[in-house]
């Protein structure tokens, strides 16, 4: 058994340890369950779900950059149908959190998405995308106002009594404002942080190198800018904070629980080795041991400034 108390709150949802696999960076859990063992995790977020099949963007969709990646996927998915009928299956297997991410180009969208997939007992909890940065409607249009992200929070709360995570955007000035309007209507947690903004040209053509133009930027690159973005949150808004941006290894998740997150996401470095958040887990224990760390809840907010 365990020495150390691993487990997590986040408002209502309680987590065995605070790894989350991020949004789109494992599709439905199928291909990295052969590198990482699911029963060992947090839990794990689907791929943002519309209600009816997403194509997404053409190719390029994702290009290298300094530190990090450009991605404009344009949310493809299947759709919250064929999720239902051929990827949950799989999931059930897996004694696992499942969270899952809904992205919608409207507001009643969201809310229709959300009433079909509440009655999946599997589902524990939803992260409601408002902030992604490459999608023409929807995505920044909702994440960039605060008070549409104050309606679709009470609006999805109103139509399920699962837990309700709203994953923000960088891309604001105050994301503290966005993270108050999420409390006050009701919303369970914040996700901070989704991707930022970028693009990246190839110099001989002088082409975009991804089709979209923009895409968002992921990786070590921005997680100074994530770390900032929870503490800002954590120094302003009661509301638990799930932290993604850059996480790498052990050491960045300790760094994001003591600047206020309750528990993290893991996203980009799932492309670089796949087998990585459960040896982060491990070392996440044996850092807890060593430093007499009994319950790691005990880290979040614990900064001293
Ligand atoms: C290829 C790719 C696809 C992504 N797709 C989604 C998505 O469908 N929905 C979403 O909310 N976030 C999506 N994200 C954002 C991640 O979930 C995560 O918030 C972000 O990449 C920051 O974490 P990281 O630096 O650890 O990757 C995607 C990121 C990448 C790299």
Redesign the pocket.
Known sequence: MSKVDLSVNIGPLKLRNPILL????VGYGNEISEFTDLNKLGGI?T??LSLRPRKGNPPQR?VETPA??L?A?G?A?VGVEVFLKEKIPFLKKYDVPLIC?I?ASTIEEYVECTKILTEEETIKAF?I?V??PNVREGGLQFGNDVSAVGKITAKVKAVTGKPVII?LSPNVSYIADFARAVKENGGDAV?A???LVGTSFNIFSRKPKIYNVNG?L??PA?KPIALAKVLEISRNVDIPVIG????MDWKDVVEFMIAGSSAI?????N?IDPSAPGKILEQLEEYCIKYNISKISDLTASYII
């Open positions: 991020a949004s789109g960076t977020i791929k943002s994702i990090g990646m991605n996927i949310l998915n991410n992205a992260e995308n902030s992604c994953k996700s942080i989704n991707t968002g992921s990786g921005i993604s941006g850059g996480i996401q893991l996203g980009t470095i492309f």
